[in-house]
Each structure stands twice: as C-alpha cells, then as structure tokens.
C-alpha cells in the first residue's frame, strides 16, 4: 500500500500542476465581424465562443463593426457571453468602425470593451420591424424594457448606466475618447497588439469565477469562419437582398415566357427564396416589400397573359414605389442604397416592357399548332372536287369541300375547317398573303 501511495502522490501533484499550464498556454482567438447583428451572425459569434471554451482559449477578441441589428440575435449573443467560461474582449475596429444600436449593449455585456481611434457607438433607440403607425404604449415598453436590459449590464460590468439609458431613451453618442472618459468602455487601443499589452494582468469575472488575463506576448489565430456562415452572413445586407429579389424576377419571368428553359426559372425561385430569408431577418418596410413583391406577381402575369402593357404597368409603378420605400426606411442598416436601388430598378422595368412587348406580339401571331396552323396553306389537287373530295394536306389525306367545282392539277387555299372537312378555295379566288405552300 505505501508502494501504490508513493506512486499516486506525484502522479496526483503532477496532474494538478497540468491542468492551470493548459490554460496559461491558451491562444489569443480573434473573431472578425462586420455588418448587422442577424440570426447568421449571431450563430458565428455563439461557436465562436463555444470553441473558445473548448480549447480552452485565454480570451476571444470579437472585432466589430456594425449598425445593429435585430433585438432576438443581440440577446442570444448576450446570453452566450454571460455564461462564457472564456473572457470575450470586444474590439470595435479598426478605424472608422461603429457600435451602434445592439452593438452598445453587446459592448456593455462584454468582459472587457475597447475600441479603436476614430471609432464611436451610441443611438440604441429601438425601433420598431415593419411600417406604418407603431401604437405608443407598445413603443413604451419597449423603450422601458431595453433601458432596463442595460441598466442591468452595466451594473454587472462596472459601467456607465445613466449614459447607457441616455443612449436607449434618447440615441445619443460618443467617440472613443468620450466614451472612455464617461467608463462606457475600458480602454482605447491602436491595434490589437497594443490592446493585448493593455489588458494583460486585468482581472475579470467570467461565469466560472474571476480570471486574470495573461494576454501578453501570446499567440494569435482568427477564428476560420465557414464559407456557409459567411454567405448567409452576407444575406444581411439589403443591396444584397433586393438584387436577390430582381434576379428571380427576371429568372421567373423568362421562365414563364419560355417555357422548358429551365435553368432560369432554377436560379430565379433559389434567387427569391434566398430573398425572402434575408428580408425575414431585416426590420424592412413590410408595405414596401409587398409593393415588390406585387409588381413581380404583375410583371409575371404580364408574361403569361397579354395584358397589353396595363399588367407590367402597373407592376412599374409598385415597383417604384416599393423600391422608394425599403430606401427610406427609419433603420439605416435596412436601408437598399439608392446607387443600387435607381440602375436595377431601371434594368428591371426594362426587362420588363421588352417581356411585355414581346409577349404582345406572340399573341398577334397567328397560331402554328393544330388546324388553325393549317389555314392559309396553299396545295396542289391529285383529284378533282366537284365540290367535295380529297386533298392531301400535311402528309394525311382530308375530306375537302370547295365553294365551286376545281379540276385536278389546280391549287386551292385551306380556308377553314368544319369538323374534320378543310375547307379549301381555288387560290385565285382565296387571295395572296401569307401562303404556305404543301406541295
């Protein structure tokens, strides 16, 4: 027993030592986000933290840049941060980068807030999804239940609460300096690795307990970010969307106006889809995205019927309309940009008179199909019709009736069909245009 005992000791001691050496040989992950805070950005920023915490990482540095984003993926983000193992540092940068709106309470949650020269945040207002009148008492509450969210962040990180409630209840604002100054944020660091110097030795509480960090001199890796994440990440961003959108108008409508083609009608209902989605996850004008909407359902129509131009007309007018209105929305990280917004739209109504007109004059035609494609074609008598016979019309032999007797060797005109008899007259009778011979 004293033998076993003299082994486990050091064995014990040993294994106790490791488990701290782990830790203070963790990286330094970095974490690049740009763009609105969505449901695809919000699952990028929760694995990153959750890798973080798996391997054991010293702190997770989230670089950001954005206008906010949507109140369900912020607090999803928060959520994650609070109950993180692992620092996450949050670094607005680089320079001429922004926090606003989620990203102030994101900054607040963090264990340590920094941001770069020239970088501001502020304007946490919420606003409301959608268009049109917002009932006041709704709007209320609201307010009342974010300024209260992030009175209750501040007080578990040490910050700022008046100016945070000011930001909520009034969309104010400061710049980096400023906001050092009225402890909003910690620190002002150039770079990262000035950053990194600035936080070594800081103490901060994780959901595990307080943890010194040990960030100088460490080892940095970015966090690789899938290309799939990245994608629908991209979705986000409402040029995006809205080009989206016009795509599987014009996919659908060539589709419609050619059937059996395809791949267009392919690409144009995948284009939508993915259009959808993105406005799904975006505080857009909902009158404005039905006006879109409707001129696509008008501009189709137009291709499938011929609706003489009233049909795409109209869907020229929604689509002006609707386009105007998803530009001026309130919240400016769903605004389209008029420099996307002005040459699709005219591209669009472009396509869309060339589809009408064309679809005009397929009707204009005359058919080519059946009996009535037969009309108007000129052949040869192998009998006599005296009035009634048989001519050969197509490669099939027809009953024929001819309003007067026709010798053998003459040419007769298809004047119409009764039934199953074609109607023929001699040509010279029948008239010139558009023959079509069957000789």
């Known amino acids: 027993m004293k033998r076993w005992l003299r082994w486990l000791g050091p064995f014990v001691i040993g294994l106790a030592m490791a488990i701290p050496a782990i830790g203070d040989n963790g990286e330094v992950l970095v974490l690049n986000l740009a763009g609105p805070i969505a449901p695809a950005s919000a699952d990028i920023w929760v694995e990153a933290i959750a890798q973080a915490e798996r391997e054991l990482a010293e702190v997770l540095v989230v670089r950001?840049?954005?206008?906010?984003?949507?109140?369900?993926?912020?607090?999803?983000?928060?959520?994650?941060?609070?109950?993180?193992?692992?620092p996450v540092v949050?670094?607005?940068?680089?320079?001429?980068?922004?926090?606003?709106?989620?990203?102030?309470?994101?900054?607040?949650?963090?264990h340590v807030a920094a941001m770069a020269p020239g970088t501001n945040l502020g304007a946490a207002h919420p606003v409301m999804m959608g268009e049109g009148e917002v009932d006041e008492t709704m709007m209320d509450k609201v307010t009342h239940d974010?300024?209260?969210?992030?009175r209750s962040l501040a007080a578990m990180r040490g910050r700022n609460a008046e100016w945070g409630e000011k930001?909520?209840?009034?969309?104010?604002?400061?710049?980096?300096?400023?906001?050092?100054?009225?402890?909003?944020?910690?620190?002002?660091?150039?770079?990262?690795?000035?950053?990194?110097?600035?936080?070594?030795?800081?103490?901060?509480?994780t959901a595990t307990g307080p943890v010194i960090l040990a960030t100088k001199g460490k080892a940095v890796r970015e966090v690789a970010v899938s290309a799939g994440k990245r994608f629908l990440a991209a979705l986000t961003d409402p040029n995006v969307a809205y080009i989206l959108m016009m795509l599987g108008t014009y996919g659908l409508i060539y589709e419609l106006a050619n059937p059996g083609a395809i791949?267009?009608?392919?690409?144009?209902?995948?284009c939508l889809i993915l259009a959808l989605y993105a406005f799904s996850t975006l505080p857009v004008s909902y009158a404005g995205l039905a006006l879109v909407l409707l001129s696509m359902v008008l501009f189709i129509a137009e291709a499938m019927v011929s609706g003489f131009g009233l049909l795409a007309g109209g869907g020229v007018v929604a689509?002006?309309?609707?386009s105007m209105m998803l530009a001026n929305t309130d919240v400016p990280f769903a605004q389209v940009s008029w420099q996307i917004l002005v040459p699709v739209t005219l591209v669009t109504i472009a396509f869309a008179v060339v589809t009408a007109m064309l679809a005009a004059r397929s009707?204009?035609?005359?058919?080519?199909?059946?009996?009535?494609?037969?009309?108007?074609?000129?052949?040869?008598?192998?009998?006599?019709?005296?009035?009634e016979g048989h001519i050969e019309l197509a490669g099939e032999l027809w009953k024929a009736?001819?309003?007067?007797?026709?010798?053998?060797?003459?040419?007769?005109?298809?004047?119409?069909?009764?039934?199953?008899?074609?109607?023929?007259?001699p040509e010279h009778a029948a008239g010139g245009g558009g023959e079509k011979n069957d000789d």
């Open 64 to 86: 950001l840049d954005t206008p906010g984003g949507l109140d369900t993926s912020m607090r999803r983000i928060i959520k994650k941060m609070l109950a993180s193992s692992v």
């Open 90 to 110: 949050i670094y607005v940068a680089p320079e001429g980068s922004r926090a606003a709106s989620a990203g102030v309470f994101l900054l607040y949650a963090s």
């Open 146 to 150: 974010a300024a209260a969210y992030i």
């Open 167 to 205: 930001a909520v209840r009034e969309s104010v604002s400061l710049t980096a300096a400023e906001a050092v100054a009225e402890k909003v944020v910690d620190l002002v660091a150039a770079d990262l690795e000035d950053l990194l110097n600035q936080i070594d030795g800081r103490t901060v509480d």
């Open 263 to 270: 791949l267009p009608g392919v690409v144009g209902a995948i």
């Open 319 to 322: 689509l002006i309309i609707g």
């Open 363 to 387: 009707f204009r035609k005359r058919p080519v199909s059946g009996n009535e494609g037969l009309i108007g074609t000129v052949v040869r008598l192998m009998e006599p019709l005296d009035p």
């Open 401 to 425: 009736r001819s309003p007067e007797p026709v010798s053998a060797g003459e040419r007769v005109r298809v004047t119409g069909f009764e039934g199953l008899v074609a109607l023929v007259a």
